[in-house]
């Protein structure tokens, strides 16, 4: 239980931070050059959300070892591709301030909650201890630590 904890502890400390930069860094999707700044912020939330929400009902599909195991590769899936979201909002265009607001208050609106759902989810997880799954922390590992 202890490792639960202190997995906890990181997990709760780190998701928060992601979301936070996301907003402050005004993510980028991988969108197409012609696209308007505007849209490019808009696809990367949209891309977000949607992954975000595929890690939660992964997640929650968890209820023993062997759906640890099985859930495994798809989570370091998903893990993995948000780190590659994180990198790409890195590369998105400047927003002009008055769009920059308007990005920052979709991302609450949006992507927050989805985020918050998934914070209840790892918990849920990472409290059974990964259902005794090391595959299945391995693949948590990117987001808990």
Known sequence: MKIA??????MLLGMPTIAQESAEQTPAAPAAEAATPEAQHA??????IANVNNLTETLKGINDTATAD?????????????KELM??????PQLAPDAAAAQRALFS?????AMAELRTALV????KECYGSDALLQALAPIIH
């Open 43 to 48: 696809a990367f939330v949209k891309e977000l």
């Open 109 to 113: 609106e949006q992507a927050k909650p």
């Open 70 to 82: 099985a859930a495994a590769p798809k989570v370091a899936e998903l893990v993995a591709h948000n």
């Open 124 to 127: 849920a997880v990472v409290t």
């Open 87 to 92: 990198q790409a909002s890195k590369n998105l």
């Open 5 to 10: 904890s202190i997995i906890t502890a990181g």
